[in-house]
């Protein structure tokens, strides 16, 4: 523990800051939302749905507070009832909501990936112990089927805001989809045909959604090219016509490998066949 290791590895992989190398049969939870006991330096109150930078290990992403569950006297080490915020130097046990997931621990099985720190603005304002975390909430609530399940953002919206000159992205995490119900077709920023494929590489799962329905929801390895309309898992259209074609994007970086995603992107995706995006002045809601 704390000693720098070098890897030899079978197969060539590209990692990012954050991610965790673990054996396979005892991995991390990988999670977007935590339960934790929290000790608050800043000079604000920590408040019910507030957020906050929150850093885990090399992971960083944006938290909000979902609920203050009680605070803790600290002369006596026993929970008192939480009144919708904790004061400077106040202890105090609340459920997280993360803005992605993160690879966590609790801090009980393991210290490095089981604390984090809270940040208001540029201020460290909070430091935290992880109690414990549950499933990715946009896996939860995304196309099930038992297993495999994919993420849904293909129904997500995005726009351009006039305010500050960005791309924004929303999407609607309360929804999910199984086997038979139907799909949102239209939206603000897209427009899908009645009858398409879904290729979510990231969740390694296919779906197939025929006459405005899931049809489908199967391994990506098992998904058979059939010529249907084809999009990743953010809408973007892929650009294949044979099913000789689809195997070999398959295989691309585009599946796979993040820093050459780029141009594995210029080859075969195609943001323009569904989607759009529309101009917003400040806030943009559905």
Do not use: C
């Not at 993420?151 to 309360?174: A, C, P, Q, W």
């Amino acid at each position: 523990y704390g000693e720098s290791v070098g890897l030899i590895v079978a197969d060539e992989f590209y990692n990012r800051r954050g991610e965790v190398i673990s054996l396979p049969e005892s991995p991390p939870p990988v999670a977007d939302r935590l339960k934790a006991s929290i000790f608050w330096l800043g000079r604000q109150p920590l408040r019910l749905g507030s957020l906050y930078r929150l850093k885990l290990a090399t992971s960083e992403t944006e938290a909000r507070v979902d609920e203050i569950v009680n605070l803790i006297d600290s002369s006596l080490l026993a929970p008192i009832p939480a009144k919708g915020q904790v004061g400077q130097n106040g202890v105090a046990v609340v459920v997280l909501s993360l803005k992605k997931p993160l690879p966590m621990d609790p801090f009980s099985e393991h210290k490095a990936t089981g604390r984090f720190v809270l940040l208001d603005g540029y201020d460290v304002s909070g430091g935290g112990i992880v109690t414990a975390a549950g499933p990715p909430a946009d896996i939860r609530h995304g196309f099930v089927s038992g297993d495999p399940r994919a993420r849904r953002e293909v129904f997500g919206e995005y726009y351009h805001s006039l305010g500050d000159l960005t791309v924004n992205k929303i999407d609607r995490r309360d929804l999910s989809h199984a086997v038979g119900d139907p799909v949102p077709l239209t939206g603000l920023s897209y427009e899908y045909p009645a009858s398409f494929d879904i290729a979510v590489f990231r969740d390694r799962a296919a779906v197939r959604v025929r006459d405005g329905r899931v049809a489908a929801i199967e391994p990506l390895e098992a998904y058979e090219y059939l010529g249907r309309p084809l999009v990743n898992g953010r809408g973007f259209g892929i650009l294949v016509q044979l099913a000789a074609e689809w195997l070999e994007a398959k295989r691309d970086p585009l599946a796979q490998t993040p820093e050459r995603e780029a141009k594995a992107a210029k080859r075969w995706l195609d943001f323009n066949a569904y989607r759009r995006v529309p101009m917003g002045w400040g806030d943009f809601s559905i």
